[in-house]
């Protein structure tokens, strides 16, 4: 099975702080995204990879980072927290070749609140 | 850039009832449309998906329909079980290159046992 894992299921962080969410996955997928779900919302594409240091912006990319430094790992970076990232985060991958066709398989996401 | 809308954004049914949540899409280009459901404290994950060039798919208790010309696809879940009760996301892509996914907004489905 493919496995999505995300290193934080919930985290507090302050205002202005930085805030790295961490994504790994293990079934060599040249594809991974990250979203925001919110109520009402629905998810909503942050940024996304399609090969190691490659990155695109998504729909809401501002206010966000993004690092991908090795296949298997996909970094959201808050540079300065704000309490309207307060959010569910979640992690996706997908296999070379269906760009964003096909299956999506997502970690159990990052719920982060700032104060 | 494609829109998808979703409706109802809540739904409780009685079990062994049937379910359906409709979706429809602004961009005619788009061909691929996949259902994902989102258990309690779980990432979304595939339940089912059509594309443009069928107008209906069945997978035991759910099947999903297409109308290209109208724009709009559906969920349809039948004899629904305590189970079924999750979040169920629509989208629609343009196969190939990087294009974006668009969800719509999620349905919440209750089922009452």
């Known amino acids: 099975d493919v496995k999505v894992t995300q290193s934080s299921r919930y985290l507090v962080k302050r205002t202005g702080e930085k805030v790295f969410l961490e994504c790994v996955q293990d079934?060599?997928?040249?594809?991974m995204f990250w979203y925001r779900q919110d109520p009402g919302l629905g998810l909503r594409l942050i940024y996304f990879?399609?090969?190691?240091?490659m990155k695109e912006k998504g729909d809401i990319p501002e206010g966000y980072s993004v690092s991908r430094e090795k296949k298997e790992r996909f970094s959201l970076i808050l540079e300065s927290a704000s309490t309207n990232q307060t959010s569910m985060y979640l992690c996706?991958?997908?296999?070379w070749g269906t760009g964003n066709t096909g299956e999506l398989f997502f970690g159990e996401g990052s719920r982060l609140t700032v104060l | 850039g494609e829109n998808v809308e979703q409706h109802p954004s809540t739904l409780s049914v009685q079990e062994g009832d049937s379910a359906v949540i409709k979706c429809t899409y602004s961009d005619s280009a788009s061909n691929y449309f996949p259902w994902y459901k989102q258990e309690l404290g779980k990432g979304p994950q595939l339940i089912i998906d059509?594309?443009?060039?069928?107008g209906e798919k069945k997978d035991q208790r759910i099947a999903v329909t297409l109308n290209k010309t109208a724009k709009h696809f559906s969920l349809h879940i039948t004899e629904t079980q305590p189970e079924d009760s999750a979040v169920y996301f629509c989208a629609a892509i343009q196969e190939g290159g990087y294009q974006k996914v668009t969800f719509g907004i999620g349905t919440k489905l209750q089922v009452i046992p």
């Open positions: 996706a991958s997908s296999p």
């Open positions: 079934m060599d997928h040249e594809n």
């Open positions: 059509i594309r443009s060039n069928v």
């Open positions: 990879s399609y090969d190691v240091k």
